[in-house]
């Protein structure tokens, strides 16, 4: 599967921004799919993510409560909607997907992602 995301852009403290993830390839739901972040000089880290169906969600405890992980297979397409954003969450965000046969206790781990996005740029002015 590949995997585009778009979204990103400026804004400024306690605005809102909603990144899409469309793929292509294969179909959707025979995937799970996250967010992973990486600030200037950081690792990547986990954001978010969600089963094949949507109904099971995580959060990293930093963005629990203004984040909302989404996706609609129909239209291919994954979302993070992000609320209250702080300047600590200005980074590239990357989507990511793998095989929903692997176990959610692995959706947190960097490693478990098969497939990649190639990352959209967000920046939170204070």
């Known amino acids: 599967v590949q995997l585009q995301a778009s979204g990103g852009g400026l804004v400024e403290a306690g605005s809102s921004l909603t990144l899409s993830c469309v793929a292509s390839?294969?179909?959707?739901?025979?995937?799970?799919m996250a967010w992973f972040r990486q600030a200037p000089g950081k690792e990547r880290e986990f954001v978010a993510a969600?089963?094949?169906?949507?109904?099971?969600?995580f959060y990293r405890d930093s963005v629990e409560g203004r984040f909302t992980i989404s996706r609609d297979n129909a239209k291919n397409t994954g979302f993070l909607l992000m609320n209250g954003l702080k300047p600590e969450d200005t980074a590239v965000y990357y989507c990511?997907?793998?095989?929903?046969?692997?176990?959610?206790?692995?959706?947190?781990?960097?490693?478990?992602?098969?497939?990649w996005g190639q990352g959209t740029l967000v920046t939170v002015s204070s």
């Open positions: 969600t089963s094949w169906s949507g109904v099971d969600t």
């Open positions: 390839g294969s179909t959707f739901s025979r995937y799970a």
């Open positions: 990511a997907a793998v095989d929903v046969r692997k176990p959610m206790w692995t959706y947190r781990d960097l490693g478990s992602y098969d497939f």
